[in-house]
């Protein structure tokens, strides 16, 4: 695949690095086959910043985060986790302190560290909703990164895609009821980016 395009900005996004499911539990470090493109990504100037959207880790002991920042650490560029499942623990966040809100250009990031219900919390929203109100003539496009796909509901639009583990659903999420509206009422391009999916053959 091409990794370098002639984009005004360009950005990498990952998600679930650590790689195989059905692995043993030695699965230390970030699975090869992205590994194997960091050269490429690293060789590209256009491309300014990473953002990693959970499960980075198989298991969030020392051993495996201090593998993890070796690894990452082979990128030439700023990088943000959207912290998965896998991820949430005080020795990971001790680690990985990210950004919350970032600009590149004249585009808004925005990475979410969703609660288990899969809900995006009203205190984010504020977040969201108040630097938008501060900056909003100064912002093209909104990229928001979190793990959960937020917007996966057994009824929705996107009722086939194929979750990692369904049961983490928890009956119902915010969504389509409280986030949708807002973002819409924005009047710019949003795009949201989950990374809790693709780790199995279905």
Known sequence: NK?????DYSFFVAGHIYGDPYSNDDTIGVYQPFLDKVDAINSCDKIEMGMFTGDVVKWADSLRIAVLKEDLSLLN???????????????????????????????????????????ITNSNLSLIDSIYNANNENI????????????????????EISLNYEPYYQGETNFWSTVAPL???????????SGDLGAFPN
């Open 3 to 7: 990794i370098c395009s002639d984009s």
């Open 77 to 119: 560029m700023p990088y943000n986790i959207a912290p998965g499942n896998h991820d949430r623990t005080p020795l990971f966040y001790e680690n990985f302190t990210n950004n919350n809100t970032f600009y590149l250009q004249k585009y808004l990031f925005i990475n979410i560290n969703l609660t288990y219900n899969w809900n």
């Open 140 to 159: 093209n496009n909104i990229y928001v990164f979190m793990h959960e796909l937020t917007w996966w509901s057994p009824d929705s639009i996107f009722q």
């Open 183 to 193: 973002m819409k009422n924005y009047n710019k391009e949003v795009f949201f980016f």
